[in-house]
């Protein structure tokens, strides 16, 4: 697989292409992921500010599949945000925060060598 010059995002560039040469994903019961979230806030930031600004690239490159696999329906998305508002107001205000704190950070990621987000990179 290589990885056109303007494409960091890797774990989505990579999913989206196996998808687009007619691998289809698989529920797999016992399969065990070792994954981390981030675990500060700027690790959030890094991480995030990637995504944001891979969105458009990826989308050019494979079009309507990064709609179907990426993009949450308004309604579900609203609904979603309704739901967790009701149950936990204070996590959803800080939630809507973080998201437009992403959205408008000044911040941009348009170089292949990208800040690590660290945090998630610890043995488990």
Same mark, same amino acid.
Not at 22 to 41: C, E, H, M, W
């Given at each position: ?5 303007h494409i ?7 999913? +989206?292409?196996?998808?687009?040469h007619?691998?289809?994903?698989i ?5 065990i992921? +070792? ?10 930031? &890094? ?17 309507? &599949?990064?709609?179907t696999?990426?993009?949450l ?8 945000? +309704? ?10 205000v ?6 437009l ?18 945090s ?5």
């Amino acid at each position: 697989l290589q990885y056109p010059e303007h494409i960091s995002s890797d774990n989505q560039y990579s999913y +989206l292409f196996a998808l687009s040469h007619g691998t289809k994903p698989i529920y797999v019961k016992d399969a065990i992921v +070792l994954s981390q979230p981030t675990r500060n806030f700027g690790d959030f930031i &890094k991480q995030n500010i990637r995504l944001r600004d891979e969105q458009d690239p990826i989308a050019q490159i494979f079009g309507s &599949k990064y709609d179907t696999e990426y993009r949450l329906p308004m309604f579900n998305k609203y609904g979603a945000l +309704l739901k967790e508002f009701s149950s936990h107001p204070v996590l959803a205000v800080y939630a809507i925060i973080l998201d437009l704190l992403i959205k408008f950070y000044p911040g941009t990621h348009r170089h292949i060598i990208w800040d690590i987000a660290t945090s998630t990179k610890e043995l488990i």
